[in-house]
């Protein structure tokens, strides 16, 4: 499994490790679900620092927590962003819904 | 124009097959030395092209995806993917960001991704015949990059 949850101070953390790709995209998803029901969360925190690669089944993977948080009335939170995945964020919108917190992560590249 | 050189791979539509695709995109134009960041955008794109065939073009069945890319002494590479799946009724509406066939866990950004991420996109589809994506993308070669 390419996916890490931590519990403590009612925010959870996934861990995601590896490719998010349509075919990977199921169980991350499955995993950091079953954990927010488990867990009922305040935030979700979703950590990138071990992503190798995304494509847009991933910001299909954000946009659903994203959904499922709120619905809990909860937060969602973008950390550790590879400068791939943050290009790919803002080309979906994303950014606007203020849930990027870049710790430590390159800028985003602007193409021309 | 001649390519220099040329590769074609035909797998079937199974998901567990999208990484294998866009990793042997990516080494056989690495005889370019693409940048991280160029490389990364061919994986991102072809990765977009081959989910959609097996998302899309053969939603209900396993068919064949068809891959092939071309070389050019001008450093462009052209990637096809080709499916013999259920066709594209409207192509206008499906590139159209956000716009979605694929259920609430779909971005609908396939297309756009592609787009942004290669300098050229076409399309082409017959219902109930298959979709052809032709993505073109310029490498700079090393020596001007480094001036």
Do not use: W
Request: glycine letters at 8%; aromatic letters at 6%; one cysteine or more.
């Amino acid at each position: 499994m390419n996916i890490k949850t931590e519990f403590s101070d009612k925010t959870l953390t996934a861990i995601i490790e590896g490719d998010i790709d349509h075919h990977t995209a199921k169980g991350i998803r499955e995993t950091i679900d079953l954990a927010v029901e488990e867990k009922n969360p305040s935030a979700l925190t979703l950590d990138f620092g071990n992503v190798q690669f995304m494509d847009s089944s991933g910001i299909g993977l954000i946009m659903g927590r994203y959904r499922l948080m709120k619905l809990l009335n909860g937060n969602l939170e973008l950390v550790n962003l590879p400068e791939h995945i943050n290009r790919l964020i803002s080309l979906s919108g994303l950014f606007s819904l203020d849930i990027i917190k870049n710790k430590g992560c390159e800028q985003i590249e602007t193409r021309e | 124009m001649k390519p220099v050189n040329e590769m074609k791979i035909e797998f079937v539509s199974r998901s567990s097959n999208e990484s294998f695709a866009r990793a042997t995109v990516a080494a056989f134009v690495s005889q370019l030395d693409p940048t991280i960041s160029e490389l990364a955008d061919i994986k991102t794109a072809v990765s977009e092209a081959v989910t959609n065939c097996i998302v899309h073009a053969y939603k209900n069945s396993i068919g064949t995806i068809y891959i092939s890319v071309q070389i050019f002494d001008t450093g462009r590479i052209t990637i096809k993917i080709r499916d013999k799946g259920v066709g594209i009724p409207n192509i206008k509406k499906a590139m159209e960001p956000l716009f979605t066939t694929g259920g609430d866990e779909r971005a609908g950004l396939g297309f756009a991704v592609m787009q942004s991420f290669m300098d050229k996109i076409k399309v082409t589809s017959k219902i109930d015949k298959g979709t052809t994506v032709t993505l073109e993308k310029d490498i700079i070669p090393r020596v001007l990059r480094n001036g």
